[in-house]
């Protein structure tokens, strides 16, 4: 059956802003995570402590940071190296992610590394966020297709899988970056993951609605037990490191199926559209969520 309840992690101040083409001012950012908070989002990933050459929309993450870490929520930020760690520490983070790569060639794009360097590069920072108690997500990107190699074998996804649990993190989201899955796609890699010993509550699900397909992929993973769904508010979103990526599963979409099946998470889906449409016109162009849409021109 159907999980009774669903956590929302919610990527859109990250997932999302990352991949504008312009930079959102810090106090935007700020008031956008704020209102997130009040929608009743419970982990909302606020920015991310990467190069700052590389995402330079985030490059404001040190004087972000502390305008919405008083916030009663958790705020994962995500850090790929020990210089990001040293950074989110010392601002007082208490949730972080790192993020690797099933394939080569988007672990080159994206982390100028190979997948094991890449793997090798996270291990000290998982280590040391471990022991100052601070909770750890391993992102896992191009799980089922990659826009450079294609279809990804499952067997592939697997091994980095638990190469990042074997590490220590503390949970998984599992990554259609470029939004090329379909259901039986995310069918086959739950199944090996929960056949080769992965608890199911570790497991996170983070679909790119590139086709269409996020939340038929997202049904298909709460029918496998999955509770932790990615999702970002208005469907913001893409990854500037990988063509071809659009946006992510909408929060609103996402809840207005979860609400309709009965399921629980705890968002005011009024209060979240309102978010949603006045972050789309700070940025200038209206939201691409369905849900959004429907909502705001009753
Ligand atoms: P590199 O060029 O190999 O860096 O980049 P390096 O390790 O050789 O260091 C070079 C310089 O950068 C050094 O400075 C470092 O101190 C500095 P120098 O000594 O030359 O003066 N440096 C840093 N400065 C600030 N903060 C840091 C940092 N690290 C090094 N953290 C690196 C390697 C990993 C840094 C780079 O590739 C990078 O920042 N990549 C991030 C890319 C990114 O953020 N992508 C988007 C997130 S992933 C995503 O969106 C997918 C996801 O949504 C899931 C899905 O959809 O699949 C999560
Ligand atoms: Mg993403």
Redo the contacts with the bound molecule.
Sequence with gaps: GLPARVRVHE?GAR?GL?NEKGTVPTEVKAEFVHRLAEAGLTTIEAT?????K??PQLADAEQLFPLVSGLLVALPV????E??LD?ALALGARRV?V?ASATESFAKA????TVDEALA?FESVVARAKTQGVHVRG????CFGDPWEGAVPVPQVVRVCKALLDMGCDEL?L???IGVATPGHVRRLLTALVEQGTPVETLGV?F?DTYGQALANTYAALEHGVTTVDASAGGLGG????KS?TGNLATEDLVWMLRGLGIDTGIDLDRLTATSVWMADRLGRPSPSRTVRALSHK
């Design positions: 990527v997932d990352q991310s402590f990467v190069h700052p590389w995402v995500l850090v790929p190296n210089r990001g950074r992610a993020f994206n982390l100028n590394r590069m992102y896992l990107s191009m989201s990554g259609d970056t983070h790119h990854c500037p490191y990988a990526a």
